[in-house]
């Protein structure tokens, strides 16, 4: 090469040398970036809001009160006079490696604008509405009750134009009071079964595909023999014929749950987001609801006593919640339902139902203590923060 001609090209090999630091000092800049905002973003799909530990907060106090027009009788603890509810509803849920906000009813209302939350299930997640109602009122105290589409209770908030409803279906499939027949042909209604159709929904929740931009569906509370006993069992039908040989309860259970899942995922658009709440866990000390089982507590449980209260190998009278969580985990494997695991937490708190502060005087007598549903304002609020939070996260990655 000539010096001349080395002379014209050494300003561009000094160009060149720049451009080429500068691209790859750029793309590896870049990279470095994406890597650690995919490490990020990581770690937070990972946060956990169902582990951790309550802790006191004396500054705590509840959203709503006794005035609050979408509580149920029984579980408004407050009118109720229900000892130490300041005390109660003073605890706060800290998940383990995770923050969990406190749900702002105007924001989320606001985010929810013209949308509508549904709940399917049993008189739990009737439960888990009536708090979600109360403290959502705070941001539109204009909201009016609703009942429509076979909705057994909600409210519809109209400053935000949403919808929040429960659908009341026990077992989610659709069962009926089949009579004994007589020898003469006549009904004798004093003993018979109850026909469940494991493959049909009951008629409460059947036709709401469509309305609901987010589900919370529960079972599992009425699986048992205080409701079904032995003289009045159920029976299991697919395709209009009875099961042959006849179901035990805990596999009806399983057949009910594939089939209803099913359902949800056939009839349900993907943009639903749905949810499946596992056990709220009961608290009776010293036997069952109907051996003067009792919740006396003050103060909630430590975690060294949960698994002498729930693991379902020591037979307590409290291990139905792991027992069934594990059939419903195992039955939503696969699906786009996700898992709004709520048990863990409740199991600490057996200082927070009603127990004997029911509203009526009688209440006990008949019904025993109630160890089973949860006071309001009470841990309920704790599962609409957390609802709320999840809510917030699958509207913003969908």
Not at 92 to 106: A, E, G, Q, S, T
Not at 204 to 217: E, N, R
Not at 224 to 247: H, S, T
């Amino acid at each position: 090469m000539s010096p001349k001609l080395a002379s014209n090209l050494l300003p561009w090999l000094i160009v060149l040398t720049f451009a080429t630091f500068y691209f790859f000092s750029t793309f590896l800049s870049r990279h470095t970036f994406s890597s650690s905002t995919t490490s990020q973003s990581l770690a937070i799909s990972k946060c956990n809001l169902f582990t951790g530990h309550w802790v006191s907060d004396p500054d705590r106090t509840p959203l709503y009160d006794q005035t609050c027009p979408f509580h149920r009788n029984a579980w408004n603890c407050l009118r109720n006079e229900r000892q130490n509810m300041s005390f109660i509803n003073s605890w706060k849920w800290v998940p383990r490696n995770c923050h969990l906000n406190r749900i702002d009813p105007f924001w989320f209302l606001g985010r929810m604008r013209n949308r509508n939350i549904g709940f399917v299930g049993d008189s739990l997640n009737e439960n888990f509405l009536a708090s979600f109602l109360c403290i959502l009122r705070v941001a539109d105290e204009g909201a009016k009750k609703w009942k429509k589409k076979g909705a057994w209770r909600g409210a519809y908030f109209p400053n935000f134009n949403v919808t929040v409803a429960y659908h009341r279906a026990v077992l989610l499939s659709r069962y009926q009071w089949q009579p004994k027949q007589t020898k003469g042909g006549m009904q004798d209604g004093s003993e018979g079964f109850y026909r469940v159709d494991v493959d049909v929904p009951a008629d409460d929740w059947a036709k709401i595909a469509g309305f609901y931009d987010v589900l919370v569906f529960n079972t599992g509370h009425w699986w048992n023999n205080d409701k079904f006993p032995e003289e009045k069992p159920l029976v299991f039908y697919q395709a209009g014929q009875a099961i042959v040989p006849p179901l035990g309860m805990l596999d009806g259970l399983k057949v009910v749950l594939a089939n209803m899942i099913t359902y949800i995922q056939k009839e349900f658009p993907r943009n639903t987001l749905k949810f499946w709440r596992l056990q709220s866990p009961r608290h009776f000390y010293g036997g069952d609801w109907n051996q003067n089982g009792s919740c006396l507590f003050n103060r909630p449980l430590e975690e060294n006593e949960l698994d002498s209260w729930f693991e379902p190998r020591n037979n307590g009278v409290n291990r139905e919640a792991r027992l069934f969580n594990y059939v419903i985990e195992e039955a939503l494997q696969g699906t786009d339902i996700h898992l709004l695991d709520l048990t863990h937490l409740s199991e600490f708190r057996a200082d927070a139902h009603p127990a004997i502060w029911l509203g009526r005087k009688d209440a006990v007598a008949v019904w025993g203590q109630d160890c089973m549903h949860w006071c309001l304002p009470g841990v309920p609020d704790t599962w609409v923060d957390i609802l709320s939070q999840l809510i917030h996260d699958g509207l913003e990655k969908s």
